[in-house]
């Protein structure tokens, strides 16, 4: 997906109706009492071809308390802050209301892209409520109908040049993951990381609750007190890209304002607030997991920790506010004990304590950053993971699946960031989740690769007898046939 569409407007001029369109399936209940969607929903949007994730949102009213429509209100305002294009949509028959221009007021300060739509355009009777939508300052109206599919090119013409930008920023903006490696190639004293440079700087992801610290964190690692605002080319406008020299690193940094508190009645708002850490999550190499000390290892964090692994990206666990922290040894030893139990497929990834108010801690911030980039950029010789794999083998060989004996005869690296590995073995698909766990759990300790995802692949290799189910030849004809032609 190139990019997010957000469908805003008041209650029933039809969004959901366009959403079902766009998607090409009645995902959205429509009906014509307002106020049915309530909830933010989410689909894979398609217009000629183009591809996108397009949001449905609630109905924009004017409530700012915690009603119903409240509540609502700030799910679709999130909707907004997430969306790289927010279509704004009108009811033309209706006309421009004064609820219209409070939301138009909005979106010109919360969303870099707003594209107009009068909807419900077909007829005279929508004439008037389209020269009106001029009076928004929102540029020209799409005059459009969702239920009829007018408009659509239109739109596509609106959105065409958008999704190139959007393309070309996630193209400039993407590291160089699963980098395949040609054992041929190799040189095998040639296994150093690559060193970051200002043309590609190391790409950092800081997520975690608004609480936790990350704008005093991100600020302090500057030396400035600088408003995290203003995006630069990123992922969304919710993502901040900053470029800068830590340490004599050059990096960028992308702050993201996902991963909210839980709330009680926005759960759907927390879905939506993952998913964009999860934006964040993909345009980075090393992701910083920031934690509050006072509440660590909350859903939001285990999840967003999780969907890193996933992946293929190298994670810093970093555990803010530790100045303000009484009992520190014991609290360490907790926040370790629960680190191993709760994110085990993260096993010795580093946890570093920092406080973003006095700055203590971010040089060993640093060292951790730099040291899970290059662990993730690791490199293992052939020979010496096929040395390892035969005392592996000889501690704790594989099973026999119903009497079937699985062999693993040879071990490479295919790909690195993260590192991939493939094992030549017969039997595939015998092999069990517990082993290959094993095998995974050897190969960080022995060669010394904590926390990083690793990819372990069986693959098969067969040990048939290839002249075995052939017709064989009758012993006359054999003998002949050894002997050479007969002399008379």
Known sequence: MSFTLAIVGRPNVGKSTLFNRLVGKKLALVDDQPGVTRDLREGEGRLADLRFTVID???????????????????????????????????????????????????????????????????????????????????????????????????????????????????????LTDVDLDEEDQDEDDYSTPVPTNEKPLQIAVVGRPNAGKSTLINKILGEDRLLTGPEAGITRDAIALRLEWSGTPMRIFDTAGMRKKAKVQEKLEKLSVSDGLRAVKFAEVVVVLLDAAIPFE?????????????GRAVVVAVNKWDIEDEKQDKLRALKESFERLLPQLRGAPLV????????????????????HDVWNRRVPTAALNRWLTGML??????????????????????????????????????????????????????????????????????????KGKKKAPPSKLRKHLKGPQRG
Not at 301 to 310: S, T
Not at 353 to 372: E, P
Request: a negative charge.
């Open 57 to 175: 949102s609630a109905g924009l009213e004017d409530a700012t308390d915690n009603s119903l429509e409240g509540r609502m209100r700030r799910l679709t305002e999130r909707a907004v802050e997430m969306a790289d294009v927010c279509l704004f949509m009108i009811d033309a028959r209706v006309g421009v209301t004064p609820t219209d221009e409070v939301f138009a007021d909005i979106l010109r300060k919360k969303s870099a892209h707003v594209i107009l739509a009068a909807n419900k355009g077909e007829g005279n009777a929508a004439d008037a409520g389209v020269l009106e939508a001029y009076s928004l300052g929102l540029g020209e109206p799409i005059r459009m109908s969702g239920e009829h599919g007018e408009g659509m090119n239109d739109l596509y013409t609106h959105l065409m040049p958008l999704a190139d930008e959007f393309a070309k920023r996630a193209e400039d903006n993407t590291p």
């Open 299 to 311: 859903q939001q964090d285990l999840r967003i920790a999780d969907l890193a692994e996933r992946e």
């Open 353 to 372: 304590t920092v406080s973003a108010k006095t700055g203590r801690g971010l040089d060993r911030l640093h060292d951790a950053i730099m040291r899970a």
């Open 394 to 467: 000889e501690q704790h060989p594989p099973p026999a699946p119903q009497g079937k004996r699985i062999k693993l005869r040879y071990m490479t690296q295919a790909k690195t960031r993260p590192p991939g590995f493939v094992v030549m073995c017969s039997h595939p698909d015998k092999v069990p989740e517990s082993y290959n766990r094993y095998l995974v759990n050897g190969l960080r300790q022995d060669f010394d690769m904590p926390g990083t995802p690793i990819r372990l692949h069986m693959r098969g290799q067969s040990d048939k007898n290839p002249y």
